[in-house]
Nanobody, 124 residues
Framework: QVQLVESGGGLVQAGGSLRLSCAAS????????MGWFRQAPGKEREFVAA????????YSTDSVKGRFAISRDNAKNTVYLQMNSLKPEDTAVYYC?????????????????WGQGTQVTVSS
């Protein structure tokens, strides 16, 4: 079992930055691939970024490449999403998720553990 709690969301102007954190509890955190997803009002949840259990492999969706970076600190049981050059279209609730596999995955269905989400609002 893994429990996840996100933090760091808020209101920011376009071009600004935020860093989201996801604190995990559970003895298997270091063996979980982790991911960030987001859901905007009226839209389906979409993949944002993922990282392998050791942090050596990352992947992000094209719309955030070069702006967002996922990282993790297994000693602190925490995964991060650094978001730079934010745009109004990044506005969404951001969710952290833990997979059962050690590798990264972009498929929401392969993540059985989810946090409650944190709101990110980017004003123009």
């Amino acid at each position: 079992q893994v429990q996840l709690v996100e933090s760091g969301g808020g209101l920011v102007q376009a071009g600004g930055s935020l860093r989201l954190s996801c604190a995990a509890s559970g003895s298997t955190f270091s063996r979980n691939g982790m991911g960030w997803f987001r859901q905007a009002p009226g839209k389906e949840r979409e993949f944002v970024a993922a990282i392998s259990w050791g942090g050596g492999t990352t992947y992000s969706t094209d719309s955030v490449k070069g702006r967002f970076a996922i990282s993790r600190d297994n000693a602190k049981n925490t995964v991060y999403l650094q978001m730079n050059s934010l745009k109004p279209e990044d506005t969404a609730v951001y969710y952290c998720a833990a997979a059962l596999t050690t590798s990264l995955t972009t498929t929401a269905g392969r993540y059985p553990y989810w946090g409650q989400g944190t709101q990110v609002t980017v004003s123009s």
